[in-house]
């Protein structure tokens, strides 16, 4: 079973294909594809290719499911014995992307 370590929104993500992924929002339409040339480290049945940052050659391709919005989180500040409260809420811009394949020198290690 292959598998990658790409970079994405200032994160790292682990990736295999047929398997959808929540990350960071990017600017592409729904139904879209995406090809991720970030790699760092792509792990095939018997090699291991770590890059020095990224795989040369490496390239991760997939397809934007939605966008959607991540769970709320509330920030709630209080100053004791002033009588000084804020609340405020926020949800951060998802998008929902299926891993289709992994590509290594052209060859397709899976999907």
Not at 63 to 90: A, D, L, S, W
């Amino acid at each position: 079973m292959a598998y990658a370590i790409i970079e994405t929104g200032g994160k790292q993500l682990r990736v295999e294909p047929g398997r959808f992924y929540d990350v960071e929002r990017l600017p592409i339409e729904p139904e879209g594809t995406i090809d991720l040339e970030q790699v760092l480290l792509v792990q095939t049945d018997s090699q291991v290719h770590v890059g020095q940052p990224y795989v040369s050659g490496a390239v991760v391709s997939g397809t934007v499911m939605e966008h959607r919005r991540g769970p709320k989180v509330i920030v709630y500040k209080m100053r004791p014995k002033k009588k000084t409260r804020r609340k405020k809420g926020h949800r951060q811009e998802l998008t929902r992307i299926m891993i289709n394949e992994i590509r290594l020198n052209g060859e397709s290690l899976g999907g």
